[in-house]
């Protein structure tokens, strides 16, 4: 059973569209949830992470978290060329030190 | 703005070679972790490293594979005898406390080709 799905795309949206990616899991025991973004050939770069369920917004990222679903949201608003990048959820238990990542989310924003 | 650091950015090296993979992790984090990720495929867990010492491993973290912080700024990923699987994309990363900061910082990965 896979820990953490995600759709790998390819995703591609008009610059100034909103775009929703999403990854589901199966382990009840998750309780941080982070996005990553990554550009190719480098190193994932932190976006934004959550604790347990609700929301949390910063600037044009939204992360939203529905633990009952076991589903997990990054909306980004005004999405602009430079937002081109492949997407990683990944998420952990309250204990232990290891992140599961999803495969990554490939997005292009088209100007 | 402070990074994790990985050196070589490319290594390539023939099969049953040892290989030493560096990073300098972020000067005040103190838990620290090697994942990979083979292209097209997942990012994977390693191991993670606290008070010098092993916290946790994966299943991928075989004897083949050590880690080690020899002089208190750098932390190294060791494969004793290359396999032709072990072609992946290495990231160091480190986080200022354990994971549940939820914050997770990687360096640009350390590109690894076995021939």
């Known amino acids: 059973q896979k820990e953490v799905e995600q759709d790998p795309g390819p995703l591609s949206v008009p610059e100034g569209a909103i775009v929703s990616l999403n990854c589901t899991y199966s382990?009840?025991?998750?309780?941080?949830f982070m996005w990553y973004r990554q550009y190719s050939r480098k190193g994932p770069e932190l976006l934004m992470y959550t604790y347990s369920s609700g929301n949390k917004e910063d600037g044009r990222f939204t992360a939203q978290v529905d633990k009952s679903s076991k589903y997990i949201s990054l909306f980004i608003r005004d999405s602009q060329p430079s937002d081109s990048a492949t997407y990683l959820c990944?998420?952990?238990?309250?204990?232990?030190?290891?992140?599961?990542f999803g495969t990554g989310t490939s997005l292009t924003v088209i100007p | 703005e402070p990074e994790v650091t990985q050196t070589p950015s490319h290594q390539v090296t023939q099969m049953g070679q040892e290989v030493i993979l560096r990073c300098v992790p972020i000067?005040?984090?103190?838990?620290f972790y090697w994942y990979r990720q083979i292209l097209g495929q997942k990012v994977e867990f390693l191991v993670s490293f606290y008070n010098n010492e092993i916290s946790e491993k994966s299943e991928i973290f075989d004897d083949q594979f050590s880690v080690e912080r020899p002089d208190g700024s750098n932390f190294t990923l060791k494969i004793r005898s290359t396999k032709l699987e072990d072609s992946a994309m290495y990231f160091c990363?480190?986080?200022?406390?354990?994971?549940?900061?939820?914050?997770?910082?990687f360096g640009e990965g350390s590109r690894l080709t076995v021939l």
């Open positions: 000067s005040n984090h103190l838990y």
């Open positions: 382990n009840s025991a998750f309780q941080y």
């Open positions: 990944a998420m952990n238990p309250i204990t232990g030190n290891q992140f599961y």
């Open positions: 990363a480190s986080s200022e406390g354990t994971s549940n900061t939820g914050e997770l910082f």
